[in-house]
């Protein structure tokens, strides 16, 4: 007999198996009243013992005909799914708070894999290497987060000595204007070196890529543009390849396009541009390049280490600072190479965050799980007596347990089945949310990987609450009784399994809340912070860069620059107008130099200071008062003199006092003449505020120096103060302004400082919007638990209550009788929450800030949120218990 | 229940089928006498629960080692299944009982003389 042909003659087989075991058991009874003369029902009796469980024999038998059991389960779970379509309430509840609980795990954990756990999107991304420099002997070093950049002169040094490298290059991003198409515009743009493509192996998407030849100077002028440029200024047109575009007013050939998503290492960028650096004319300083390389196959970060640190002396000996200076100065800075892998610097700070969040979801999911484990036993309780029956009449233990697991699998797999529809609305949400420091945002996505994910915490999920009332109901023979059916009043042991899960959620709950608590308070400590400037939301900063082949001379540069802040000044409502080459909390680094300080002998090199250049006004535009001293004047900056102002931290450590400050001197070289302190400023957290106040050296816009000459800084960010900040008419004005200046000046990354600021504290508030989501949800499964189970026991214990009542107990004390017990759970789970919360916010220590991991305020706080939420939990089950009336309690029966 | 199960468990896999396989090469039979020849046969050292037969005839039958077909017992006058062991059926058997052979040859050289020299 065919497959196909079992399949529809099975109806016969089962009917004859059933005939067949009927013509056994009736001959073996007329043997047996042959044999032993008993009368007819004995002998049935008989009979049927020795033939054995008959509904389990046949079901084998029958089996045997199906594939492996698939069948038994494909029925089993058609009983489910009628079962769960009849008790829709039931159902929606339990798959809403798994679609939710699953859908928030498959998010994070999309996020965490795309982040933290996937490769760099270039191949063989793990031979990639971050090259930052360690040097521990500079003075004033440590003030910089990453470590010593590299200098153009090191990357000849390192390139063409180097043995452990396939490929290494330097690259930074700045800002370009590009003249000549619709309109000019500020365009984000990487400078790179030859070895930088190299490096990160993506090949052009058209055209060819920048070669060695690019970047010979006073050679061809290429430049490769991003796809996203291409398509938005170029419409994707292949025929762009070989046009030429201007560049900061030079003209530049296009020679490829890369393609969409490629990225220098997180930088996304409109045009790539050759450095073309003449080699003879670098110096040893500039220390202002990121660099990155590709280890040779087999080649380690540490044998890179060494390998370079073994060129260092070479580039001493190749290079110097100009005639006269010693080119081994630097070895007192004791430079050592401090390499790591390209994804760690990527990924920075971002992972502890990340595994906080993944950790406390999961929680989430956990004490979602518990709520359902609870419904469940709820649900097996009251089908015991059918189970029971079940058991009676030959069900294998085995055979219920798999039908309740199957059933909780079932749930599980559905939740998580709509749980990918809440991750996937949840992803959308975030990258939205688009926290800003967030790297690799782009590549988060919903992949089979997530999928997989999802697949195996539903099915875990659904065995995990379903293997508790299975344990309970199906394998422990004790559970199996019909009489137990009919008491009235539960027993304390069947109680006991459902409190524990309550004690547990409490618990868990506690601990979120905990940490929720402490990421608020960190963010109030952040909001405290004076971050040294005034009213963020109504300071506009917009950036205009002025390139030398537009204006030549620095001094015309500062005047076109002054011009352009008293046009954006006479925009109506506009009260202040100042620009700096940096304005706080933007991200950009510092300058920096050596400043010694007049009447001061140095052991060594005096420390490293940063440094501002600022325009007169600017303070007052930011609101960053003036402590001592006075600001700088037009005619102090056209005049070149020698003056300075510090910032406040920079004055005590140096002079003792703001005001001891003003009249003193100090130079960035000895062949300087020095400048004099004529004012100090409040302190301003350009780094961030959860970063201290840098101490800082405000130059003026335009400066001499011996090695510069008369040096303007060209890209300047100007800070207007309005009223009218952030709107997009004030911005149309502002723009209008600039350009009545100069018409080929484009305006770029125009921002409230409101924006800026709340950029900074994106981290936080993006680990406080989450644990916030997540300890919320843990609140209130933790208090529908408590409700549910308070409710249980009132609905269970009803003719117990109306016994009580008939005896004489009041109506409060009954009520206070449920609500105790309540209190009781959530008192064991709050004392057992916070050992674990002890534990876990030591875990977060990096996310805080002003605030003690033990924070008593936290602590304090969060158990009595809890119990009081506890209490109404039960108080509201509790009442009903005292509206019982007790003659129809009694009547139940 | 607990008792007879805790029995058939300590058969064999494998072991009731090649009982039925030496009954029916004997002669065809259906169920009931099955169980009364191994029953006898072993003098009822082997308390197999009757019933344990159908799930075993199922599982030859599928494997096409028998084969059955409803006739009237001429004993009882009932319609009855009889089983036939099929060729396949007497090849497999021969396997089988070697295979056991070799097997039970094994157990005895691990437990018999070698216990005895121990022992002396």
Known sequence: ?893 | MENSKNISRDLFPGALEMMILESLRRQPAHGYVLVQHIQQRSNNLLEVEEGSLYPALQRLLKAKLVKAEWTISSATNRRVRVYEITKNGSLHLEKEISRFDRMLEGIQMVLGPKRGEMNS
């Open chain 1, 1 to 893: 007999m065919s497959w196909l042909g079992r399949i529809f003659h099975r109806r016969d087989m089962y009917d004859e198996l059933g005939e067949e075991v009927q013509a056994h058991l009736e001959e073996k009874t007329e043997q047996i009243m042959r044999l032993e003369n008993l009368p007819r029902a004995e002998a049935r009796q008989a009979a049927l013992r020795a033939f054995g469980n008959q509904t389990l024999l046949e079901e084998r038998s029958r089996e045997v005909w199906q594939w492996s059991r698939l069948e038994s389960i494909l029925a089993d779970l058609k009983f489910a799914l009628r079962r769960l379509r009849r008790s829709p309430g039931f159902t929606i509840t339990v798959l809403l708070t798994l679609a939710i609980g699953i859908g928030a795990n498959t998010a994070v954990f999309s996020v965490v894999r795309s982040v933290l756990l996937k490769p760099l999107p270039y191949p063989d991304s793990d031979q990639l290497v971050s090259l930052w420099l360690n040097a521990p002997g500079a003075a004033g070093l440590a003030n910089f987060q990453k470590g010593l950049p590299l200098s153009a002169s090191m990357y000849f040094a390192f390139s063409e000595n180097n043995r452990t490298f396939q490929s290494l290059g330097v690259w930074i991003a700045q800002k370009a204007n590009v003249t000549g198409l619709a309109r000019p515009e500020e365009v984000n743009t990487v400078l790179v070196t030859d070895g930088i493509l190299e490096t990160l192996g993506i090949p052009p998407l058209a055209g060819r890529a920048l070669t060695a030849a690019d970047q010979i100077p006073n050679g061809p002028k290429s430049i490769m543009l991003s796809y996203g440029y291409w398509q938005r200024r170029f419409g994707g047109d292949h025929s762009v390849i070989g046009r030429t575009i201007i560049v900061d007013s030079q003209t530049r050939t296009i020679v490829g396009v890369m393609p969409r998503g490629f990225r220098v290492v997180d930088h996304d960028f409109d045009i790539l541009v050759p450095f073309a650096f003449e080699r003879n004319k670098q110096q040893l300083a500039g220390f202002g390049l990121q660099g990155i390389g590709r280890l040779k196959p087999g080649m380690t970060i540490p044998e890179a280490n060494a390998d370079i640190a073994r060129t260092i002396p070479i580039w001493m000996d190749s290079f110097s600072n100009g005639p006269g200076s010693d080119s081994h100065w630097y070895v007192k800075w004791k430079i050592t190479p401090d390499f790591h892998s390209l994804k760690t610097e990527v990924v920075g700070s971002v992972g502890s965050v990340l595994w906080v969040v993944m950790g406390t979801i999961g929680i989430v999911l956990l004490i979602a799980c518990v709520n359902v484990a609870n419904l469940l036993l709820v649900r097996a309780e009251a089908r015991q007596l059918e189970l029971s029956i079940r058991a009676a009449l030959g069900a294998g233990r085995g055979r219920i347990a798999r039908e309740l697991l199957l059933e909780s699998a079932l749930l599980g797999l559905l939740g998580g089945a709509l749980g990918t529809g809440v991750a996937a609305a949840a992803l959308r949400f975030l990258v939205v949310l688009g926290p800003a420091n967030l790297p690799r945002i782009s590549e988060i996505s919903l992949d089979a990987g997530s999928i997989l994910f999802t697949f195996s915490i539903s099915l875990f999920s659904g065995l995990f609450f379903g293997a508790i009332p299975a344990w309970k109901y199906a394998l422990t023979r004790t559970r199996v009784s019909l009489g137990a059916a009919r008491t009235v009043s539960a027993g304390r042991e069947r109680h006991r399994s459902r409190n524990i899960l309550v004690v547990a959620q409490v618990a868990m709950a506690l601990v979120l809340l905990v940490c929720a608590m402490l990421m608020i308070r960190t963010f109030q400590q952040l909001r405290m912070v004076d971050p040294g400037f005034t009213d963020a939301s109504s300071l506009q900063t917009l950036h205009v860069a002025i390139p030398d082949s537009l204006v030549a001379d620095s001094r015309m540069v500062v005047h076109v620059q002054n011009n352009i802040a008293d046009k954006l000044a006479s925009v109506p409502g506009v009260t202040s107008v100042g620009f700096a080459q940096t304005v706080p909390m933007e991200g950009v680094g510092h300058g920096w130099n050596l400043i010694y300080v007049e009447g001061k002998i140095y052991q060594g090199d005096p420390p490293i200071r940063f440094y501002n250049y600022i325009s007169p006004g600017y303070f007052q535009a930011l609101g960053t008062s003036l402590i001592a001293g006075h600001d700088f004047d037009w005619n102090d900056v056209y005049n070149l003199l020698p003056k300075v102002i510090v910032s406040e931290n920079l004055a005590r450590e140096e002079w003792g006092s703001a005001s001891a400050a003003i009249g003193k001197r100090m130079r960035e070289a000895p062949s300087e003449p020095w400048f004099q302190v004529i004012g100090v400023v409040r302190d301003v957290r350009y780094d961030g505020v959860d970063q201290g106040a840098p101490a800082i050296v405000y130059w003026p816009a335009l400066i001499k120096n011996p090695w510069m000459g008369t040096f303007a800084p060209r890209s300047m960010a100007f800070a207007v103060r309005s009223k009218r900040a952030g709107t997009q008419t004030l911005l149309n004005e502002l723009q209008q302004a600039v350009w009545s200046v100069n018409g080929s000046l484009p305006v770029a990354s125009p921002r409230t400082m409101q924006e800026i600021y709340s950029k900074s504290l994106a981290r936080t508030s993006f680990t406080l919007l989450m644990l916030g989501i997540a300890a919320a949800m843990a609140l209130a499964l933790g208090i529908i638990g408590i409700y549910g189970v308070i409710s249980y026991a009132v609905s269970q214990r009803t003719r117990e209550i109306g016994i009580r009542m008939a005896l004489g107990a009041k109506k409060g004390e009954l009520r206070l009788m449920f609500v105790r017990s309540a209190m009781m759970l959530t008192g064991i789970g709050i004392v057992i929450g916070l050992g674990a919360a002890f534990a876990v916010s030591r875990l977060m220590r990096t996310l805080l800030f002003g605030v003690s991991p033990l924070d008593p305020i936290s602590f304090a706080v969060v158990p009595l949120i809890l119990a009081a939420a506890a209490a109404l939990a039960s108080f509201l089950p509790a009442s009903r218990a005292a509206a019982v009336n007790p003659v129809d309690a009694l009547k139940v029966e």
